[in-house]
C-alpha cells in the first residue's frame, strides 16, 4: 500500500499504509477552520474516496488543549454575502462525503463546529479530559454543518435540545455516559486506542465495511422494512466479491484472512 503526505500549513494530511490522517493544525487558534481549509479538506476528502488504498480515516486536531472550536469566527466575512456562506466549501460536510469508516480523536475542546466535525465522523474516541459543546446559540445562531440533525441522532431529542440551547459545555465522562463518545481513554492512550482500533477495521473487508457504514446510515432515514431489504440486497452484493471467497478459505483453512477490496 501507499504512504504519502500532503498539506497546507493549517491541515496536515497523511497516509501510513490503509489508514489516513487528517490533522487541523492551528493549535495557537483552536484549530479553528478557515475558508481556504474549508476548500482543502473537500479537496483531501475527495482524494480519500478516490483512492482504494485508504480504508480507514482519522480525524483529529494538534496541539493538546483542543480538537477544533469550529469556523473562525474572526474571518466569517471572508465567506462573502449570506447567499455566499450558504453555498461554502462546508468541511462538515466534506467529512460526512468521506465514505470509508472515520474516527475522531478527540482532545481537548470539541466545540460548535469541532462538535460538528466530531458528530460527522463515525466512531468518536475522546481523551478524559476533553469537553464538548454547541456555544454558538450564544452568539446568534445555530449550527449550520449537523449539529441540529446529528446530535439528536446520537443522544436524543431533549438532552440534545438541552445542550444546544443552552450552549452549556459537558465534560468527557458526559459525553460518554449519554453515547457521544464510544471510548474514553486516558490523555496519553488517545493516539495508540484510536490507532488500534483504526488496525482492526482495516483488517477487515473494505467493500463489506463501507456497506456497513452506509447501511447504518440508512437507518437513520428510512423506514425498517426498507432498510431490512436493502440490507439484504447489500449481503447479497458482498457474495460478488472475491474477498468473500478469501474469507471462506482463510476459516477453512484457519488463518487471517487478506483481503484486497475486490
Given at each position: ?69 469550529g469556523s473562525d469566527v474572526k474571518v466569517l466575512d471572508d465567506y462573502g454575502s449570506n ?180
Amino acid at each position: 500500500m501507499n504512504s504519502g503526505r500532503s498539506e497546507n500549513q493549517d491541515v496536515l494530511w497523511e497516509q501510513d499504509g490503509a489508514i489516513a490522517t487528517i490533522k487541523l493544525n492551528r493549535p495557537l487558534k483552536l484549530n479553528t477552520v478557515t475558508p481556504e481549509m474549508g476548500r482543502f479538506l473537500t479537496e483531501q476528502c475527495q482524494r480519500i474516496n478516490h483512492n482504494d488504498d485508504i480504508r480507514v480515516v482519522i480525524l483529529t486536531g494538534g496541539g493538546e488543549k483542543c480538537f477544533s472550536a469550529g469556523s473562525d469566527v474572526k474571518v466569517l466575512d471572508d465567506y462573502g454575502s449570506n447567499w455566499q456562506l450558504r453555498n461554502r466549501s462546508d468541511y462538515c460536510r466534506a467529512i460526512w462525503s468521506i465514505r470509508k469508516p472515520i474516527i475522531a480523536a478527540i482532545r481537548g475542546y470539541a466545540i460548535g463546529g469541532g462538535l460538528e466535525l466530531a458528530l460527522m465522523s463515525d466512531i468518536r474516541v475522546a481523551s478524559v479530559t476533553a469537553k464538548f459543546g454547541a456555544g454558538v446559540i450564544k452568539l446568534g445562531w445555530h449550527g449550520g454543518a449537523g449539529n441540529t440533525q446529528l446530535l439528536p441522532r446520537l443522544v436524543g431529542y431533549g438532552k440534545a435540545l438541552q445542550l444546544l440551547l443552552t450552549g452549556d459545555l459537558i465534560d468527557a465522562q458526559e459525553a460518554y455516559r449519554i453515547g457521544l463518545v464510544q471510548e474514553l481513554v486516558p490523555d496519553d492512550q488517545l493516539d495508540s486506542v484510536t490507532r488500534n482500533l483504526a488496525d482492526k477495521i482495516v483488517r477487515n473487508a473494505p467493500i463489506a465495511a463501507q456497506l456497513c457504514k452506509h447501511m447504518v446510515r440508512v437507518a437513520e432515514s428510512t423506514s425498517l422494512e426498507v432498510g431490512l431489504q436493502y440490507e439484504n440486497d447489500m449481503f447479497a452484493y458482498c457474495f460478488t466479491t472475491k474477498d468473500h471467497l478469501e474469507g471462506i478459505a482463510a476459516f477453512r483453512e484457519k488463518r487471517t484472512p487478506v483481503f484486497q477490496g475486490e
